[in-house]
């Protein structure tokens, strides 16, 4: 139930926000609450799901959801990395910063950080897609109905080595060989 409680604040708080350009961050102000944590600190596997509301803001304020719900586009996250700094603190507040960093002829690829008193407590980099219900939609043809810039900025160094460390992991075959 938080979350749904959590979505609606997010969704509602973002339709009468100021409207966000393409490459600017969104802020959601978010506390970490008893259905969080293991114990005192935020459990892993949160954070993931707390990324959505922070996506949802963002899609929200730059117009994208309303063209997505239009043209009954599916989100989908193609892959994520996650880098745990510090740990977030029970009943403590925070901030999920989220921004669209690139995007190549299939993912557009978003930054999200997770900031408590100040300091970087996790930062993510995230691969989305969307689909049409056949296909999976074309990144030219995702910015073009979105408005932002008809060509991504240069690609940032680490969304290129992850890109090659998730290539290694496309196969059925085990990363490091047994025996």
């Given amino acids: 139930m938080n979350l749904y409680l959590r979505f609606l604040r997010v969704l509602l708080t973002a339709l009468s926000s100021t409207r966000l350009a393409p490459f600017e961050t969104s802020v959601v102000h978010l506390r970490t609450w008893p259905v969080d944590v293991d114990v005192r600190r935020a459990n892993n596997g949160r954070y993931v799901t707390l990324m959505d509301l ?6 929200c304020r730059t117009g994208v959801l309303r063209e997505i719900v239009r043209r009954r586009w599916q989100p989908l996250v193609a892959g994520l990395t996650i880098r745990y700094r510090r740990s977030l ?18 993912f557009v690829y978003f930054e999200q950080r997770f900031v408590q008193g100040g300091h970087t407590a996790a930062v993510s980099l995230l691969r989305t897609a969307l689909h049409d219900g056949r296909r999976t939609v074309p990144t ?17 160094e680490a969304i290129r080595r992850w890109t090659g460390v998730d290539e290694a992991m496309a196969t059925d075959q085990p990363l490091v060989p047994t025996g």
């Fill in 54 to 59: 922070g996506r949802l803001d963002y899609l």
């Fill in 140 to 156: 030219g043809e995702l910015v073009t109905a979105f408005g932002f810039p008809p060509v991504p900025p240069p690609c940032p």
């Fill in 89 to 106: 603190v029970l009943l403590r507040r925070f901030e999920l910063h989220t921004r669209v960093v690139w995007w190549d002829a299939r």
